[in-house]
């Protein structure tokens, strides 16, 4: 993907968005990778059992999801500074989640280029599951 | 809601761990594990699975993809905290249910960049407890900071995570 500018950047603009759905697969590959190995993402029958209604997706996990987005969007120049997300509602595998971000502010300060994003992951019918905030760096054309 | 003043579930004791860093703990970074992550994630950018392609891009080996800081060392003769104990620290919460309420990364390419092959040295403490009456009750809300180091003494990551008891 082409390298983004800081000065291509202004208040408002949305990144590229990021399209995730999780196959069950999925949820059992992030427990390996993070060692969050709870019940509720892989075990149906023991999800049901804590009063849910099936499987859910892992809250770190669509937290990692808008990492990526925003590592992908700042480019090889450009630094992922800080990223985050409250686990605000659930999201079930085999479903599409929309990872989104817009940019809230931009700014330079010592010699850097910052901007500042709105980052969510949203569900097909609009409600924002994981909202946050996010910090990255990028390079300058000059 | 009734006029009565609510009992605080904050005690002394909890107020005197608040800003007091727990016992160092070791984290790994490790090639399989970066791949393992970024591969749960669905990355596909090459510096998070191939050692040259990191390494033409400027970084010492592989990199931990974002929102991974290296994998805690296993050893079965060191069990983790008790059960109602937050991270051993010795206090207990009346409430059962826990909920993780959200985490928030930071990162300090500055100072460097966490690659494969490196130990970090994680710190942690709580910040503060905050009370709430929300839409599952009384709640308590903990944040809680870790500020990962790696071993050249570099100051590489922080998380900031809630929890939330009700």
């Known amino acids: 993907m082409a390298q983004v500018y800081f000065e291509d950047v202004k208040v408002g603009d949305e990144v590229p968005q990021l399209k995730k759905n999780c196959s069950t697969q999925q949820l059992v590959l992030w427990a390996a990778g993070s060692g969050d190995f709870y019940q509720i993402h892989y075990d149906k029958d023991f999800a049901q059992r804590t009063g849910l209604k099936g499987l859910i997706v892992h809250g770190a996990l669509k937290n990692a999801f808008l990492g990526q987005l925003l590592h992908d969007w700042a480019g090889e120049k450009g630094h992922v500074r800080k990223f985050g997300c409250a686990y605000r509602g659930m999201d079930e595998p085999d479903q599409d989640i929309l990872c989104r971000g817009v940019v809230t502010k931009t700014y330079q300060d010592g010699g850097k280029n910052y901007v500042e994003l709105d980052v969510w992951t949203e569900k097909p019918d609009g409600a924002k599951t994981s909202p946050g905030t996010a910090v990255v760096t990028l390079p300058s054309k000059n | ?166």
């Open chain 2, 1 to 166: 809601m009734t006029q009565e003043a609510k009992q605080s579930v904050i005690t002394d004791e909890m107020r005197a761990v608040v800003g007091v860093e727990g016992a160092a703990a070791t984290l790994e970074v490790e090639k399989t594990n970066c791949r393992m992550f970024a591969r749960s994630v669905g990355h596909t950018d090459p510096i998070f699975y191939d050692e040259d392609a990191a390494k033409a891009r400027g970084y010492r080996s592989i990199v931990a993809p974002p929102g991974f800081l290296g994998t805690p060392i296993f050893n079965p003769s060191r069990p983790p905290g008790a059960p109602g104990e937050m991270g051993g620290r010795g206090y207990s919460i009346p409430y059962k249910r826990v909920l993780n309420g959200g985490t928030e990364y930071e990162y300090f390419p500055e100072n460097d960049v966490i690659c494969a092959g490196d130990t970090i040295t994680a710190r942690s403490k709580v910040t503060g407890f905050e009370e709430r009456e929300g839409s599952l009750g009384p709640m308590l809300i903990t944040t809680r900071e870790t500020a990962y180091t790696n071993q050249h003494g570099k100051l590489v990551a922080k998380m900031y995570g809630t929890v939330i008891q009700y």
